[in-house]
């Protein structure tokens, strides 16, 4: 553990993890309450983003419909709301279920297939389920729904806004200790293993299948765990938290971070939402109105990314050892 | 018989206008195993390109004819500066590129001609209705589409299966280091193939303009349908993205056009009015999943 | 490399604590957060309702109540997600005195609670009028100058009822504001309902099954809604098919300021419904829209006059308050007064704090300069209420 920290990867993360973990303190040092929100997003985020690295980063495989379970975890919570059922204890058990099966479901499905195939199977399942949420009228169809925030009555209350940061705070912590437990384990080694070669794996005697069923579940899960969070963080769901673009974006972050890292899906998350925020004023610095025309320069930084920094953001912080 | 008839050219007039799109992505995918998401924005550029060339020269026919070149051009500077670089890399790498370059496009098409959109119209002689059968007026610039869908697609056809360069498409759809070994010139036939793929989508772009409408973002909507449609017909089929292109065409078209009635059959009139709509909207995708499960490469995909 | 990265992580933040502080050390002016589309397709919309904002601006002087005020735009990029964090910046960060603009009711509805309840901060909807918000989610600190989604659809049936058309084929994109615009007609006119597509969305481009249909049905007119480019596609191909001239089109928010360019002589004769049109004969209004085309040569659009309202209706109350905007009861009281020279005419406020207004059908024309517009033809409702303030508990 400390001599984790001599390395500059080691420090950076270290520090970066410290700085999340007192952020509510600070934002109310300086009055920024507004950094906290986005703090506050960037950590559900990047709960989904470890979650996709799951399967993306370690077992090579491309779901292009991650943000579902945003939707499903949401809209298990929002439903629930919409009928009075409040409390924490009943939603958020009922909605990881809800997202634990879709996964299992869909998966048993799509891993049948390989590459562009898989990519495409994944974004279908994530548009059936899409277009049914643009359809539910009685929780909004697509204006979606206006919900109350989950009760845990005596224990805390999530109204209070850094009470529900560090309670997602928590949630990402716990969900890096659990990819980095599976990342270690015989099971992540046989998930690794297969990515590269899924034929030796399978001669090997290893049911490629049901291990990659299994984490594909798994990552499902913790999807579903964001889009509780990110339900709650809004106090609103609508179909539009599940849209493809956000399976795009989700990938974006994972590439960007560094793939099958613990911590990159966290680095590329924070560089998305840093860059989201500041490139716009940043563009204004240089030229008063181009502000609004950041994409022009994000979309050829992404070209860049893809091309010349492999390891995303993590390779960065120098050679893995 | 009229109407149904009516409602299948109109399948295949859509089907047709997808298979140009997917034509050109499921060459560069089976040639140079390239995901290739800025294929949208090669079709929104041809739309627009053509805008320009045709208020420029006043005529559609003249206009359209000058901007294909263009895109050609647009489509090997693109293979040069990006695409290139990217065929050796993982899929990853190339939608994190390729989506990037999505982004640049559609801001570009802002920053030149506006955010407003533009309109481009239907040319003079053909803004009118043809009868294809006494008594049934069709539009007679739906019916040019067809003409000159179906035309592309015989030459494609004549091409992939009658020339040299058909015959190292193929090679190079079913082994790829194959036609290296064979001495083949290996970066111009990329390009060349990345160009011809720019233009079919550049087509499809100019060609829907006038039914559409030229906005930014245009290629976006459709992108994810033409991956649906070479996904289903096995990717780096020619004959697949043809076939699948007709049966989504359809699809489609059964799904809006017969779809409320055949529902209330056997539900009443207002769950079938408002379940109907929902359904046409997620068929394709349902048929895709389905074909997948049943076929995981496609419908005439390589088996592996 | 890591340098760098890190350099511009403090520019970054350094851009945005700059951002927030320089202004505050002014004499703190009023600052209004406006939160539109910027970027991609729907960019045009934000466009006309900035220039309008911009023009209130002028025409006031740059001042309310004696003082300064400014603008601050966010874009939410036709996204809720983005909609709602935007309008938390400009509540929490650049602190704000009222947030206007949304043309989306999905971002609306995302933003709504952030900015009334967490922020207590006035929220005046310059476009957007879902539902919820007329009926049980009314909010002391939620205004609009625009309408609920039911009423502009059903100004259009009636009268289309009191022209005796006997029967109807309806058609809106498969969303939300799709289907309230088709129960809104449905309201209102009486005869018969021959048929109704909502088509996909927003990704339909073609209309040609839906086209064939109606050809077969036959009948007695069209009503549609297709807001933006779709209500170009839509145009064009009902033309192309042959249908101009045989069926007639109604349409809500299909044919405006903005894709008339677009629509050309295709939209000619087409009726519509519209609580404000550019010809309306108050003297605001005339003074607007003659400075609007003078400046950018184009026409407004009721995005842009609905956004120039928004300002004037703050102005009113900033003027009434003598500036103090410190006594947020007093700066509702004044507000719900409407005490301000409106763009459509004077109107009152409904309990739920919608315009109490008048509906006006318009037809698209020719100006004399050539360039396409639309025109007032004939009023169809009179001081409409919208169909859901019982159901707002406020009173």
Not at chain 1, 130 to 138: F, K, M
Not at chain 2, 167 to 179: C, D, E, F, K, V
Not at chain 2, 256 to 265: C, G
Not at chain 3, 219 to 228: E, L, T, V
Request: aromatic share 12%.
């Amino acid at each position: 553990m400390i001599a984790a920290l001599r390395t500059p990867r080691g420090l950076i993360t270290a520090l970066v993890l410290l700085v999340l973990a007192v952020l509510p303190l600070l934002t109310q040092a300086f009055d920024q309450r507004y950094l906290l929100s986005i703090g506050t997003r960037i950590v559900i985020w990047s709960i989904a983003a470890v979650s996709l690295n799951m399967i993306l980063g370690y077992g090579g495989l491309v779901s292009f419909g991650h943000a579902v379970f945003f939707g499903i975890g949401g809209y298990a919570v929002g439903i629930l709301s919409a009928h009075g059922v409040s409390s924490g204890w009943i939603q958020w058990p009922v909605a990881l279920i809800a997202a634990t099966l879709w996964a299992a479901l869909i998966g048993a499905l799509s891993l049948r297939t390989r590459g562009l195939y898989f990519i495409m199977i994944t974004l279908a399942f994530a548009q059936l389920v899409y277009y049914v949420g643009g359809g539910l009228e009685a929780y909004g169809a697509d204006d979606g729904l206006n919900i109350s925030r989950s009760r845990f009555p005596g224990l805390i209350d999530l109204r209070d806004k850094a009470t529900f940061y560090w309670l997602c705070f928590a949630a990402l912590c716990g969900t890096l200790w659990f990819c980095s437990r599976f990342a270690n384990s015989r099971f992540g080694h046989v998930i690794r293993g297969a990515k590269s070669n899924d034929l030796r794996m399978t001669a090997l005697g290893f049911p490629v299948f049901r291990y990659r069923l299994v984490a594909f579940t798994l990552s499902g899960t913790f999807g579903g765990l964001a889009g509780i969070l990110l339900a709650n963080e809004g106090a609103y769901i609508s179909p539009a938290m599940m849209s493809w673009v956000k399976s795009g974006d989700l990938i974006v972050i994972v590439v960007l971070g560094g793939m099958g890292t613990l911590f990159g899906p966290l680095f590329g998350t924070i560089a998305f939402f840093v860059l989201e925020e500041s490139l716009p004023p940043l563009l204004n610095l240089f030229a008063k109105g181009w502000g609004e025309y950041w994409q022009i320069v994000f979309g050829p930084m992404l070209i860049l990314i893809a091309l010349y920094a492999r390891g995303g953001i993590d390779s960065l912080f120098g050679q893995r050892s | 018989m009229d109407y149904l008839l009516l409602q299948m050219l109109n399948g295949v007039q859509l089907g047709l206008l997808m298979f140009l799109l997917a034509a050109g992505l499921t060459l560069t995918f089976g040639i140079m195993d390239l995901v290739n998401l800025a294929h949208g924005s090669l079709y929104m550029m041809g739309a627009y390109i053509a805008w320009t060339m045709i208020s420029w020269t006043d005529s559609f026919v003249l206009g359209a004819l000058l901007a294909l070149p263009v895109i050609f051009v647009l489509g090997l500077v693109v293979e040069a500066v990006v695409a290139r670089r990217l065929y050796v890399r993982s899929h990853l790498d190339q939608v994190l590129a390729t989506f990037g370059l999505i982004l640049f496009f559609n801001e570009l098409v802002r920053v030149i001609w506006g955010p407003a959109g533009k309109s481009i119209a239907v040319p003079a002689f053909l803004n009118r209705t043809v009868e294809i059968l006494p008594g049934v007026p069709y539009p007679a610039y739906r019916f040019a589409i067809i003409v000159v869908g179906a035309a592309v697609a015989v030459l494609l056809a004549w091409l992939v299966a009658r020339t040299r360069l058909g015959m190292l498409i193929r090679a190079g759809a079913s082994n790829r280091r194959m036609i290296g070994a064979l001495g083949v010139n290996i970066e111009l036939l990329f390009s060349l193939v990345f160009g011809l793929g720019a233009v079919f989508a550049g087509l499809a772009g100019l060609m829907a303009a006038p039914i559409t409408s030229v906005k930014i973002g245009m290629g976006d909507d459709i992108l994810i349908l033409a991956f649906v449609i070479i996904v289903i017909g096995g990717i780096g089929s020619i004959k697949g993205a043809f076939i699948a292109a007709m049966v989504v065409g359809q699809i489609d078209i059964v799904g809006r056009a017969f779809l409320p009635d055949l529902l209330k059959t056997f539900l009443s009139a207002s769950a079938a009015s408002s379940a109907a709509p929902a359904i046409s909207q997620v068929l394709v995708y349902v048929v895709m999943a389905g074909v997948l499960v049943w076929r995981p490469t496609g419908l005439f995909g390589q088996r592996t | 490399m890591k340098s760098k990265l890190f350099g511009t992580a403090t520019i970054a933040a350094l851009a945005t604590v700059a951002a927030g502080t320089l202004p505050a050390m002014a004499q703190s002016p009023i600052k209004i957060g406006f939160v539109s589309t910027f970027s991609g397709p729907q960019a045009a919309i934000g466009e006309d309702m900035r220039r309008s904002v911009e023009l209130a601006k002028e025409h006031l002087g740059g001042k309310m109540g004696g003082k300064p005020f400014e603008i601050v735009y966010e874009d939410d990029q036709f996204k809720p997600d983005v909609g709602k964090q935007k309008s938390e910046k400009l509540v929490q960060q650049d602190k704000v005195n009222f947030v206007t603009g949304y043309i989306w009711s999905n971002v609306l509805l995302a933003s709504l609670k952030t900015v009334t309840d967490e922020g207590d901060t006035i929220l005046i909807s310059a476009n957007a009028g879902p539902s919820q918000i007329a009926g049980d989610l009314c909010n002391k600190n939620f205004f609009s100058t625009s309408w609920q989604n039911d009423q502009t659809p059903m100004a259009m049936g009636e009268y289309l009822q009191s022209k005796g058309v006997k029967s109807l084929y309806l058609m809106a994109g498969n969303y939300a504001a799709g289907k309230d615009m088709l129960a809104g007609v449905k309201r209102t006119f009486k005869g018969q309902i021959i048929g109704e597509d909502l088509t996909k969305w927003p990704d339909q481009l073609d209309f040609s099954a839906e086209l064939a249909k109606i050809r077969a049905a036959k009948p007695d007119g069209i009503f549609i809604f297709y807001p933006g480019a779709h209500g170009v596609q839509f145009l064009t191909q009902y033309a192309q098919a042959g249908l101009k001239g045989q069926i007639p089109l109604y349409q809500v928010f299909s044919i405006d300021a903005i894709t008339l360019p677009l629509q050309k002589e295709l939209a000619l004769g087409t009726l519509g419904a519209q609580e404000w049109v550019n010809d309306l004969p108050n003297d605001a209004n005339k003074k607007y829209v003659a400075d609007f085309k003078k400046k950018h040569g184009v026409y407004p659009s009721y995005y842009g006059a609905q956004s120039y309202d928004a300002i004037m209706l703050i102005a009113s109350a900033a003027e009434a308050l003598k500036g103090d905007l410190s006594n947020k009861d007093k700066v509702r009281a004044e507000m719900k007064k409407a005490n301000f020279k409106s763009l459509r005419g004077d109107f009152k406020y409904n309990t739920n704090q919608f315009p109490i207004q008048n509906f006006y059908i318009q037809e698209a024309v020719k100006d004399p300069e050539g360039m396409m517009t639309v025109k007032t033809i004939a009023t169809a409702m009179k001081d409409a209420k919208d169909p859901f303030y019982e159901k707002c508990p406020m009173k």
